[in-house]
T-cell receptor
Framework: AQSVTQLGSHVSVSEGALVLLRCNYSSSVPPYLFWYVQYPNQGLQLLLKYTSAATLVKGINGFEAEFKKSETSFHLTKPSAHMSDAAEYFCAVSGGSNYKLTFGKGTLLTVNP | GAGVSQTPSNKVTEKGKYVELRCDPISGHTALYWYRQSLGQGPEFLIYFQGTGAADDSGLPNDRFFAVRPEGSVSTLKIQRTERGDSAVYLC?????????????FGPGTRLTVL
């Protein structure tokens, strides 16, 4: 079985500040991890994914995430927030022969001017 | 190129009615997934197709829900005897081969409201 916990349903940062969105996972098989972003009235868009190669993964729009097996974490970071980063972010896990994505409940990011 | 499209974008129906939701995947993608997203929740898996066959339908909540993909492209999610608890956004995704590391490309969703 697999599960994802996203700590903080709502994160608010100032423009230019560090963005840190937390994701912890549980998996009985080696996990593959994904971060998706959802803008209002749009579909989910992949930001980045970990597929057991490099543990530090760089994605689009300046986001990156680090896979830490010992902490069962895959936190998403961006050094400097832009207003355009305001959206909902979802962490998801798959693994083994399990093709389906199991999502967390999401974190709504607000960026203040 | 064209992404995943879903129709209708919104569907309002009455309790007990039958509804069909359509998904057009990215051309050439053999894998297709349906998810359901309730308010304040992340998407939850419903069913996965590899080609024309349902490889995993373990997420369908009950026998009122059924999905088909007869020609290995377009898929239709069918809900019989709708209930108010079925109200949610239904998301479709497709990927190239269906492996666990494949990127799933999502459509904009169909918002279903059951009155």
């Amino acid at each position: 079985a697999q599960s994802v916990t996203q700590l903080g349903s709502h994160v608010s940062v100032s423009e230019g500040a560090l963005v840190l969105l937390r994701c912890n996972y549980s998996s009985s098989v080696p996990p593959y991890l994904f971060w998706y972003v959802q803008y209002p009235n749009q579909g989910l868009q992949l930001l980045l994914k970990y597929t057991s190669a490099a543990t530090l993964v760089k994605g689009i729009n300046g986001f990156e995430a680090e896979f830490k097996k010992s902490e069962t974490s895959f936190h998403l970071t961006k050094p400097s927030a832009h207003m355009s980063d305001a959206a909902e972010y979802f962490c998801a896990v798959s693994g083994g022969s399990n093709y389906k994505l199991t999502f967390g409940k999401g974190t709504l990011l607000t960026v203040n001017p | 190129g064209a992404g995943v499209s879903q129709t209708p974008s919104n569907k309002v129906t009455e309790k007990g009615k039958y509804v069909e939701l359509r998904c057009d995947p990215i051309s050439g993608h053999t894998a297709l997934y349906w998810y359901r997203q309730s308010l304040g929740q992340g998407p939850e898996f419903l069913i996965y197709f590899q080609g024309t066959g349902a490889a995993d339908d373990s997420g369908l909540p009950n026998d009122r829900f059924f999905a088909v993909r007869p020609e290995g492209s377009v898929s239709t999610l069918k809900i019989q005897r709708t209930e108010r608890g079925d109200s949610a956004v239904y998301l479709c995704a497709s990927s190239g081969a269906g492996g666990p590391t494949d990127t799933q490309y999502f459509g904009p969703g169909t918002r279903l409201t059951v009155l």
